[in-house]
């Protein structure tokens, strides 16, 4: 199937991809193509070619999206048909960090069908909360290819770094593929490594920057370092949702402290950012957390907390960089001291469990020695250490 609009090919059709990414290139004018591994979800976008998005507000609204497909990720006969397509423009993905060198094949596959049709340049894009995303991806990616075929990427294929904000939690709909959003949203490309494609136009809801390791960390230390203390601090005080945290004050007050603290330190970093306007922007992501009508549950936020306790991620970026510039970090290392103690009981998270694990095996210290990298006897060690023993009497309770 060819089509003379532009066309998007998107790797993820979960709660972004649907509800954010695809929806955005979809609204653009694009022919968007969905790439998943989940075969009902697949099935749906080539029944129905579209779905609803319901915008969570106070007063709810439903956007209708149009114009989609989906194909099977690990087909790559069909991923090749796919890449046959002659207007394709830009790759976009949101299936997680940790799964970005598996979609590394189709996606390399794609590249050379395109270097064996001589087709010109295009963007790849990995929509994802970490901070080099698209930089790992193309590593990956180019693992995959040989001599010739690497060239070809250098020459035709943008791989710019970009941050996604938009909080889409799972949703019951009547159909499989309905998503529910809420209505903010933001998507920051890099400017600067951004290929001029052949259709070269101004995708309306992405926006641009030549700063963009900037907004990166502005996301990444702020909304994304907020939810996870909100998330850790919740589930030590039984609360399920993002919602229900957020609405006790001693939560309130340690989350705000945190991103004052992060604020002040990315204030002092980075000259495009200043202190009234970043104080306006946490006030608007501490009211986005309070949004009654997302269901957001405080596992879901908390996912995975070794990969959001790694070294430059939401908890101990902004610690760093409070360090590097001398700045006050209790609210930070409080959250960071949360994030150790959560152990979700239907044992899904498996990366849960290996935390705890862990700290059983090797003992709070050297986990936390390992996971920070600093010395023993570190201010912020003890300060760590202690807040540890004080919330595992809060969770207790
Ligand atoms: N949900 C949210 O509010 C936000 C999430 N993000 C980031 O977006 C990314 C996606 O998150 P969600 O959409 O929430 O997760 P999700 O779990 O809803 O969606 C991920 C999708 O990727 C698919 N997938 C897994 N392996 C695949 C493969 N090999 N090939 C193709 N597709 C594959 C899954 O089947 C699933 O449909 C993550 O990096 C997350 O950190 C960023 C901003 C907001
Ligand atoms: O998707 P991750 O990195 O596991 O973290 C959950 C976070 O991502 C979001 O889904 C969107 O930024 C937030 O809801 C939350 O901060």
Same mark, same amino acid.
């Given at each position: 199937?060819?089509?003379?609009?532009?066309?998007?090919?998107?790797?993820?059709?979960?709660?972004?991809?649907?509800?954010?990414?695809?929806?955005?290139?979809?609204?653009?004018?694009?022919?968007?193509?969905?790439?998943?591994?989940?075969?009902?979800? %697949?099935?749906?976008?080539?029944?129905?070619?579209?779905?609803?998005?319901?915008?969570?507000?106070?007063?709810?609204?439903?956007? !209708?999206?149009?114009?989609?497909?989906?194909?099977?990720?690990?087909?790559?006969?069909?991923?090749?048909?796919?890449?046959?397509?002659?207007?394709?423009?830009?790759?976009?993905?949101?299936?997680?960090?940790?799964?970005?060198?598996?979609?590394?094949?189709? %996606?390399?596959?794609?590249?050379?069908?395109?270097?064996?049709?001589?087709?010109?340049?295009?963007?790849?894009?990995?929509?994802?909360?970490? $901070?080099?995303?698209?930089?790992?991806?193309?590593?990956?990616?180019?693992?995959?290819?040989?001599?010739?075929?690497?060239?070809?990427? !250098?020459?035709?294929?943008?791989?710019?770094?970009?941050?996604?904000?938009? %909080?889409?939690?799972?949703?019951?709909?009547?159909?499989?593929?309905?998503? *529910?959003?809420?209505?903010?949203?933001?998507?920051?490309?890099?400017?600067?490594?951004?290929?001029?494609?052949?259709?070269?136009?101004?995708?309306?809801?992405?926006?641009?920057?030549?700063?963009?390791?900037?907004?990166?960390? !502005?996301?990444?230390?702020?909304?994304?370092?907020?939810?996870?203390?909100?998330?850790?601090?919740?589930?030590?005080?039984?609360?399920?949702?993002?919602?229900?945290?957020?609405?006790?004050?001693? %939560?309130?007050?340690?989350?705000?402290?945190?991103?004052?603290?992060?604020?002040?330190?990315?204030?002092?970093?980075?000259?495009?950012?200043?202190?009234?306007?970043?104080?306006?922007?946490?006030?608007?992501?501490?009211?986005?957390?309070?949004?009654?009508?997302?269901?957001?549950?405080?596992?879901?936020?908390? !996912?995975?907390?070794?990969?959001?306790?790694?070294? *430059?991620?939401?908890?101990?970026?902004?610690?760093?960089?409070?360090?590097?510039?001398?700045?006050?970090?209790?609210?930070?290392?409080?959250?960071?001291?949360?994030?150790?103690?959560?152990?979700?009981?239907?044992?899904?998270?498996?990366?849960? =469990?290996?935390? $705890?694990?862990?700290?059983?095996?090797?003992?709070?210290?050297?986990?936390?020695?390992?996971?920070?990298?600093?010395?023993?006897?570190?201010?912020?060690?003890?300060?760590?250490? =202690? $807040?540890?023993?004080?919330?595992?009497?809060?969770?207790?309770?």
């Amino acid at each position: 199937m060819t089509t003379n609009k532009p066309v998007a090919v998107h790797f993820g059709a979960g709660n972004i991809g649907r509800g954010f990414i695809g929806a955005v290139l979809s609204q653009a004018d694009f022919h968007v193509v969905f790439a998943d591994v989940q075969e009902d979800i %697949i099935n749906a976008l080539n029944k129905e070619h579209g779905y609803d998005i319901h915008l969570m507000d106070n007063e709810s609204r439903t956007e !209708r999206i149009e114009d989609v497909r989906g194909v099977l990720s690990t087909n790559l006969e069909e991923i090749k048909k796919v890449a046959k397509e002659p207007n394709i423009s830009i790759i976009t993905t949101a299936v997680g960090a940790n799964v970005l060198p598996k979609i590394a094949k189709p %996606i390399a596959q794609i590249i050379k069908t395109r270097m064996a049709d001589n087709r010109g340049p295009i963007n790849i894009i990995a929509c994802e909360n970490e $901070q080099h995303a698209t930089t790992i991806l193309q590593e990956a990616v180019e693992k995959e290819l040989n001599e010739e075929e690497q060239k070809y990427m !250098r020459d035709n294929i943008g791989f710019p770094v970009c941050t996604v904000d938009r %909080i889409v939690p799972p949703f019951e709909g009547k159909s499989v593929l309905e998503v *529910g959003v809420e209505p903010f949203y933001e998507w920051t490309v890099d400017v600067n490594s951004l290929k001029r494609t052949d259709e070269d136009v101004k995708i309306k809801g992405m926006d641009t920057t030549d700063n963009l390791e900037a907004y990166v960390q !502005r996301k990444l230390f702020t909304l994304n370092c907020g939810h996870a203390v909100t998330a850790y601090l919740g589930f030590l005080t039984h609360k399920s949702t993002i919602l229900d945290a957020i609405k006790t004050p001693f %939560i309130h007050s340690t989350v705000s402290k945190a991103l004052n603290e992060s604020g002040a330190a990315l204030v002092k970093k980075y000259s495009v950012f200043n202190e009234s306007d970043h104080s306006k922007y946490i006030e608007q992501i501490l009211r986005r957390f309070a949004n009654p009508q997302l269901h957001d549950e405080v596992t879901r936020v908390g !996912r995975e907390p070794l990969r959001k306790l790694k070294q *430059g991620d939401r908890l101990l970026g902004p610690i760093e960089m409070c360090r590097e510039l001398d700045l006050p970090r209790d609210g930070l290392l409080t959250g960071v001291a949360a994030a150790l103690l959560f152990s979700p009981e239907d044992g899904d998270d498996e990366e849960a =469990k290996e935390l $705890q694990e862990k700290i059983s095996q090797k003992g709070l210290k050297d986990v936390i020695l390992e996971l920070t990298g600093w010395k023993d006897g570190d201010e912020d060690l003890d300060a760590i250490l =202690k $807040q540890h023993e004080k919330l595992k009497g809060t969770s207790t309770n």
